[in-house]
C-alpha cells in the first residue's frame, strides 16, 4: 500500500520561497513517475509539474515555469517542489502523486495514489 504524507504548507508573503514535501512509506519510490498537482478554492485540480522516476526529466505547467521546481531523493522516498516568488494566484491546496508510468503527466485521472494534501497560502 502506497503512503504518501505531505508536509511543508503553510503562510507565505507574496514574492517569498516555501518547500513542500512528500513522503513516500511502504512503497518502492523509485519505480513511480512523481507529480504536483494544486487545487484552488472554486477552481478544478490542475497539474503543477511531474518528474520521472530518475530524475532525468521534469516537466512543468507554464504559470510555475521558472519559479517552481520539482525534484526528489529516491534515497529518502521523497519528493519536493520549490516554490519561489509566489504570487497570490498560487494559493491553493497542493497534491503530490504517484503513478507507474511517466505518461499523460497532466492527466490527474492517471495518477494511482495520492497525498492528502497540504494548504499553500500566499498573502499579498
Known amino acids: 500500500q502506497v503512503h504518501l504524507v505531505q508536509s511543508g504548507g503553510g503562510l507565505v508573503q507574496t514574492g517569498n520561497s516555501l518547500t513542500l514535501s512528500c513522503a513516500c512509506s511502504a512503497c518502492t519510490f523509485r519505480v513511480y513517475a512523481m507529480g504536483w498537482f494544486r487545487q484552488a478554492p472554486g477552481k478544478d485540480r490542475e497539474f503543477v509539474a511531474a518528474?520521472?522516476?530518475?530524475?532525468?526529466?521534469?516537466v512543468y505547467a507554464d504559470s510555475v515555469k521558472g519559479r517552481f521546481t520539482i525534484s526528489r531523493d529516491n534515497a529518502k522516498s521523497t519528493l519536493y517542489l520549490q516554490l519561489a516568488t509566489v504570487a497570490p494566484e498560487d494559493t491553493a491546496v497542493y497534491y503530490c502523486?504517484?503513478?507507474?508510468?511517466?505518461?499523460?503527466?497532466?492527466?490527474?485521472?492517471?495518477?494511482?495514489?495520492w497525498g492528502r494534501g497540504t494548504q499553500v497560502t500566499v498573502s499579498s
Open positions: 518528474i520521472s522516476e530518475t530524475s532525468s526529466t521534469t
Open positions: 502523486a504517484a503513478k507507474h508510468t511517466f505518461t499523460y503527466l497532466s492527466d490527474d485521472e492517471s495518477y494511482n495514489y
